[in-house]
């Protein structure tokens, strides 16, 4: 009787070790290319509508100012006190106090924050009538 080899006798197909780990690196590879440009894309689509909400509200900002330097102009002021019925009138030169800002001193060698204060001197003390 023949002595049989089983050694060499394989069931299934034999794939290459080194070929199949290239094939996993290649497939792991291309699928976190697909995975970064997708959230790419979707970083692109956030920013873009983030500047177009940006551009609104720009907008919106710039309505905003110039309403306000509108509403407060003067005639519009003594309008609004006209439609509130408060009369109002405007100082006399007596009345009006002048500020004047001064330089800050040098600070103190110890004092933290000293050198951030702003000291302001009066001009004319006024009285209120």
């Not at 060499?8 to 497939?27: C, I, N």
């Not at 979707?42 to 940006?54: F, S, Y």
């Not at 900002?61 to 006190?81: D, F, I, Y």
């Amino acid at each position: 009787m023949r002595h049989r080899n089983n050694r060499r006798k394989r069931d299934g197909f034999a794939f290459p070790a080194p070929f199949t780990s290239l094939v996993a690196v290649a497939a792991s590879l291309g699928l976190a290319y697909i995975w970064l440009s997708c959230r790419c894309e979707a970083l692109g689509r956030d920013i873009k509508a983030l500047e177009a909400e940006g551009e609104t509200l720009q907008r919106r900002l710039l309505n905003e100012q110039c309403r306000w330097t509108r509403l407060k102009s003067p005639e519009n002021m003594e309008r609004a006190l006209a439609a509130l019925k408060i009369v109002m009138v405007w100082p006399r030169r007596e009345q009006v106090v002048y500020l004047h800002e001064e330089p800050a001193p040098a600070p103190e060698s110890g004092a933290p924050g000293r050198d951030a204060l702003t000291y302001v001197r009066r001009g004319r003390i006024g009285l209120d009538d």
